[in-house]
C-alpha cells in the first residue's frame, strides 16, 4: 500500500487524471468539475501520494547532506596510480576551487576525500514536492472561508456583511479615482474607518487595486464604484430625487440621464435612443424645462464597492507558493554531483555520482586528468 | 517614434524569413558557406526584435507586457534567445529549420493585431505582473524550443528507418543528443512555468482577492504545468526518447492553446468562470 501510494506511476496517473478533468471543465463550463467530490478525492489522493513519497525519501536525502569521508577503494571505483603526497592537496584545492565543498578524514594510513556541490539541486524537487502539500492543505482551509460585499455611499456608514465579520461596520470618508500623467486611470482608492462593536478600531485606512487592506484576517479589496446624484424640481413633479447614474428619467415631455465622467456629471437628452443634447452641470446649477419647471442639481454621491474576504487558508497557501518559488530557483543551481576520492599510498581511488551521464563522464575525466598532471609535477 | 514600429515589425518578419531561406539553403542544399548570413541574419531578426520591444516599452514607460501584441512580441524573442544560444553552445545551428519557422508563424498572427497603445487598466499596474509574464516568456521560449526538438527526434528516428542514407537524415543530429537536450531545456523552463503560475496567483490575490478561480486561462496554464511535470517524472523512470517527445509536443500545444486558443476559442467562457 506504501509502495502503492509512494510510487512515480501512481503520480503520473493521478497528474494525468487531474490535467484530463481540467481540460473537460474548460470545455464543457456548465459541468461542475473543480467543486466535484470526485475531483476533490483526486486532489486528495494526490496530495497524500505526495506526502508518502516526499516522507519516504527526506532520510535518503539528509543522509546525503550528513554523508561523511568513507573508503571507496571498492570494485566500483577506479583505480590510478598517483605519485607523492603533493597531488593530493593539489587536487582537493582543485576540487575546492571547482566550486564544491570538501570533507575530508583519514583512516589509517588512507586518506578518504568527500566533494559536493549543487546541494540545493539535491533539496529542489523534494522542497517543491512539500511545497505542493502545503498549497493543498491550504487549498482546503479555504475552501471555510467566506466573501461577500459591501457597498457604502461616501459620509455614510455600512455593516460588513455578518457572514464574514460579525459587528463589523465600515465609514466612508472619501473616494477618489486617481489618474495618471497622461490623464488615465491609475486606480481607485476608497479611505475609511473601521468599527468593530462600536469602537473605532481603523482609523482613515485605504483600501486600491492591487492592495487591499487587511484587518483582523478580514480582508478589504476596490471592487467596484458608482455614483447617485441628487437632483432637486419644482413644478408638477416637484420634489427631490436621488437618481442612479445613468438611469433615464422622465420629467414633463424630456427624457434624459446623469453620467459621471471624469470632469464631472453630465445630463444627456434622449429622443428615442439619439443623444439631443448634452451639458455639463455644477453642484447648484439650475435648468429651466417650461415655466414653472426648474430643475437643480444638488449634489452628486459617490459609492464604493468593497468585496470582503476571510479565508483561513490564504496566508498558508501563500507560505506555499514561496516555498514552491525557492525550490525553482533551486532548480537552477546546477545538477547535484558528488566526488569520492581514496588515497592510498600512491594509488588513488576514484567515484563519481551525478544523475547526468554526460556531466560525470566530464568531471571523471577532468579528475583524471589532474590526477594524471599531479604525476608530471609531483 | 509611434510610426516606426509597423515598418519593423514588418522587418523582423522579413528578417526571421531570410533567415529562414538561408539556414535552408545551408542545409538542404548543402551550401555551407550561407551559414555564417544565415546566422547574422538571424542576429539582425533578434536586433530589430529588441529594438521594437524598447520603442514600445519607452512609449508606454514600462515594460511591454501588457496585452497579447506585446506578449506575443516578447515571446518571439524568447525564443530567439533561447535558440541563439543552443546554436552557439551546443552547435545545432540546423535547429533553425524548426525554430524559425515558429517564429514567422507567431509574427505573421502578430502583424495582424492592433498596435496602438492604450492606457493600462488598473489591475495591470502591477509589479507582479512584471514578473509573472517575464518567467512566462521564459518558460514558453524554452518550451517552443524543446518543442522543435523534439520534431527533430521523431523525424530522425522516422528517417533512420526509412531513408537514413537521405539529406535530412544525415544534417539532423543523433537522436540521443535531440533527445537530452529537449529534456535540459524542459529542466530550465519549468522552474519559470512555476514561478510563472505562482506569481499569477500571488497578483490575482492581491487584485481581485482570490488567488485561483479556475478561470479557463489559468486552468489551461496549471494544465501546461501538469503535462510538463509528468514529462520529468515519466524520464525518472527511465521512459526517454520517443513518449518522451511526444509528451514534450503536446506540452507545446497546451502553451499555444493557453496563449491563443483560450482567447480565441473559448471566448463565451470568460463570463462564466
Ligand atoms: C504536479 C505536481 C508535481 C510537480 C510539479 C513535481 C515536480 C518535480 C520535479 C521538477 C522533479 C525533479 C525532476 C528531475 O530531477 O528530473 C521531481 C522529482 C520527483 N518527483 Fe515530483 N512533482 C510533482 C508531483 C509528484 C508526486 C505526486 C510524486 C509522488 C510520487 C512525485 C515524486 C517525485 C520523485 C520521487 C522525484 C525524484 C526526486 C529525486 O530526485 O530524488 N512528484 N518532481
Redesign the interface.
Known amino acids: 500500500m506504501i509502495k502503492f501510494l509512494s510510487s512515480?506511476?501512481l503520480?503520473?496517473g493521478l497528474?494525468?487524471a487531474?490535467?484530463l478533468a481540467?481540460?473537460f471543465?474548460?470545455?464543457y463550463?456548465?459541468v461542475e468539475v473543480?467543486s466535484s467530490f470526485w475531483f476533490r478525492g483526486l486532489l486528495l489522493l494526490f496530495c497524500l501520494n505526495l506526502l508518502v513519497c516526499t516522507l519516504k525519501s527526506l532520510p535518503a536525502v539528509f543522509a546525503r547532506l550528513k554523508k561523511t569521508p568513507a573508503n571507496v577503494c571498492g570494485e566500483r571505483a577506479e583505480g590510478l596510480e598517483i605519485s607523492g603526497h603533493q597531488s593530493v592537496e593539489a587536487l582537493t584545492q582543485f576540487i575546492k576551487e571547482k566550486g564544491y565543498k570538501v570533507k575530508m578524514a583519514s583512516d589509517g594510513d588512507r586518506q578518504n576525500v568527500l566533494a559536493q556541490k549543487g546541494i540545493l539541486s539535491l533539496i529542489a524537487p523534494h522542497l517543491?514536492h512539500l511545497a505542493l502539500i502545503v498549497v493543498l492543505v491550504g487549498?482546503y482551509l479555504s475552501s471555510f472561508g467566506v466573501?461577500d460585499q459591501v457597498a457604502c455611499f461616501v459620509g455614510e456608514k455600512a455593516e460588513v456583511p455578518a457572514s464574514v465579520a460579525e459587528g463589523m461596520v465600515i465609514e466612508v470618508n472619501d473616494f477618489q479615482t486617481v489618474l495618471?500623467a497622461?490623464g488615465?486611470?491609475?486606480?481607485?482608492i476608497t479611505n475609511f474607518n473601521i468599527y468593530f462593536n462600536d469602537v473605532k478600531a481603523v482609523e482613515s485606512g485605504t483600501t486600491?487595486?492591487?492592495?487591499?487592506l487587511k484587518y483582523k484576517g478580514i480582508?478589504f479589496?476596490q471592487?467596484s464604484y458608482g455614483y447617485h446624484h441628487l437632483i432637486e424640481v419644482t413644478g408638477e413633479q416637484a420634489g427631490v430625487y436621488q437618481i442612479p447614474d445613468q438611469k433615464i428619467f422622465k420629467l414633463e415631455d424630456k427624457v434624459f440621464n446623469i453620467t459621471q465622467t471624469i470632469e464631472g456629471p453630465l445630463v444627456r437628452f434622449f429622443k428615442g435612443h439619439e443623444i439631443v443634447e448634452e451639458k455639463m452641470v455644477k453642484n447648484g446649477e439650475k435648468m429651466e424645462f417650461s415655466e414653472d419647471t426648474v430643475l437643480t442639481y444638488v449634489k452628486t454621491y459617490p459609492f464604493t464597492v468593497l468585496?470582503v474576504?476571510k479565508d483561513p487558508g490564504?496566508w498558508v497557501?501563500?507560505t506555499g507558493?514561496l516555498l514552491?518559488?525557492v525550490?525553482?530557483?533551486f532548480?537552477?543551481t546546477g545538477r547535484y554531483r558528488e566526488i569520492a576520492l581514496s588515497f592510498e599510498g600512491n594509488k588513488a581511488y576514484l567515484t563519481v555520482s551525478c544523475k547526468n551521464k554526460?556531466l560525470r563522464d566530464e568531471i571523471l575525466a577532468e579528475v583524471r586528468s589532474k590526477l594524471k598532471a599531479g604525476e608530471t609535477n609531483g | 517614434m509611434d510610426n516606426l514600429q509597423t515598418p519593423l515589425l514588418v522587418a523582423t518578419l522579413l528578417a526571421y524569413v531570410l533567415a529562414f531561406m538561408f539556414y535552408f539553403i545551408t542545409f538542404i542544399y548543402s551550401k555551407e558557406s550561407f551559414l555564417n548570413y544565415a546566422k547574422i541574419l538571424t542576429l539582425v531578426a533578434f536586433l530589430f526584435n529588441s529594438s521594437l520591444l524598447i520603442i514600445r516599452a519607452v512609449l508606454i514607460n514600462g515594460l511591454p507586457l501588457r496585452n497579447l501584441f506585446e506578449f506575443g512580441l516578447f515571446f518571439v524573442w524568447a525564443i530567439t534567445l533561447v535558440f541563439l544560444i543552443i546554436q552557439y553552445k551546443f552547435n545545432l545551428p540546423v535547429a533553425a529549420l524548426f525554430v524559425l519557422p515558429i517564429n514567422i508563424l507567431l509574427l505573421l498572427f502578430l502583424v495582424n493585431l492592433d498596435v496602438t497603445i492604450r492606457p493600462a487598466m488598473p489591475a495591470l499596474r502591477s509589479k507582479w505582473l512584471i514578473v509573472h509574464v517575464l518567467s512566462a516568456v521564459l518558460a514558453y521560449g524554452a518550451f517552443a524550443i524543446s518543442f522543435a526538438l523534439s520534431i527533430m527526434y521523431l523525424l530522425k528516428e522516422r528517417l533512420m528507418k526509412s531513408n537514413p542514407a537521405g539529406r535530412l537524415a544525415g544534417i539532423l543530429p543523433k537522436p540521443e543528443i535531440l533527445d537530452e537536450l529537449s529534456y535540459k531545456v524542459i529542466f530550465v523552463g519549468m522552474p519559470a512555468l512555476t514561478i510563472m503560475l505562482v506569481t499569477g496567483a500571488v497578483w490575482a490575490e492581491y487584485s481581485w482577492g482570490r488567488y485561483w478561480s479556475w478561470d479557463p486561462k489559468e486552468t489551461w496554464a496549471l494544465i501546461t504545468w501538469f503535462i510538463y511535470s509528468a514529462y520529468l517524472h515519466i524520464r525518472l523512470r527511465g521512459w526517454k526518447g520517443r513518449k518522451a517527445a511526444i509528451l514534450s509536443i503536446l506540452g507545446f500545444l497546451a502553451v499555444i492553446f493557453t496563449f491563443l486558443g483560450v482567447s480565441y476559442l473559448l471566448p463565451g467562457i470568460h463570463s462564466y468562470a
Open positions: 512515480i506511476q503520480a503520473v497528474i494525468a487531474i490535467a481540467s481540460v471543465a474548460t470545455l463550463p456548465t473543480f517543491l487549498g466573501e495618471d497622461e488615465a486611470i491609475e486606480n481607485w486600491k487595486v492591487n492592495a487591499p480582508s479589496y471592487k468585496a474576504k490564504t497557501v501563500m507558493f514552491m518559488t525550490a525553482s530557483f532548480f537552477w554526460a
